[in-house]
């Protein structure tokens, strides 16, 4: 990887990146990404899936239309929201499936690593004031590896760069943690973080 002065650098570069497969690693799509230097809130998702993969865009897929409805009722139309938000991933082409069909497969850590300074390079340009995190590996990348998503959906911390955290569940329909009863009452509770957050920073 080479160093980039500016967003619209490092988005060209990383359009580009094939680390994975030159890494002997399986990846099915191009790098998905979108969005500027002037968002001031990024959603980091997992990996792109099959749907991205095919459209070339983030969320585009069944997921993709539950985590708008999600934001729908925080304030956002999906328009608006493609439109100012930085949306991206912990990797950002799709992993391929499960050998066992068992739903898309999950990047290793050394995939994740690899990715890693391209997303390092999006919130350096970008400086969000809100960072949005879906899914179990977008969480670890500011909790510890083995926090549960029940101790953090539903509360927002601020880091030490001053950005607000708000983690949601992956929305993928094989999620079966929003379903559980119990959660579902802190998924009302990060949806109006999301709520709350937008109005007092008028995103
Ligand atoms: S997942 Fe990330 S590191 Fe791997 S090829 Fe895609 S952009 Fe490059």
């Avoid at 994975?20 to 968002?39: K, N, V």
């Avoid at 350096?124 to 590996?137: A, D, K, S, Y």
Wanted: charged residues 20%; neutral net charge; contains cysteine.
């Amino acid at each position: 990887m080479t160093t980039f002065d500016t967003l619209d650098d490092l988005q060209h570069q990383l359009s580009q990146c094939r680390l994975c497969l030159e890494a002997g690693y399986r990846i099915e799509s191009q790098p998905i990404f979108s969005g500027s230097a002037s968002a001031r809130l990024m959603l980091i998702g997992q990996a792109p899936g099959a749907s991205e993969g095919d459209l070339g865009y983030p969320f585009g897929g069944n997921a993709g239309q539950r985590l708008f409805r999600w934001l729908s009722r925080a304030g956002w139309d999906e328009k608006t929201f493609r439109e100012t938000c930085y949306i991206t991933a912990v990797t950002k082409c799709f992993p391929g499936n499960n050998s066992n069909g068992s739903g898309d497969r999950v990047p290793s850590a050394a995939e994740r690593k690899l990715c890693r300074p391209w997303l390092d390079g999006e919130l350096t340009f970008v400086q969000p004031e809100v960072i949005v995190l879906v899914g179990r590996l977008a969480i670890q990348l500011y909790y510890p590896t083995k926090t549960k998503l029940s101790d953090v959906i539903g509360d927002t911390t601020v880091n030490e760069n001053g950005q607000v955290l708000i983690p949601l569940p992956h929305p993928s329909g094989a999620s079966r943690w929003f379903h559980e009863p119990a959660n579902v009452g802190r998924l009302e509770r990060a949806i109006y973080a999301l709520k709350r957050i937008k109005a007092e920073l008028n995103l």
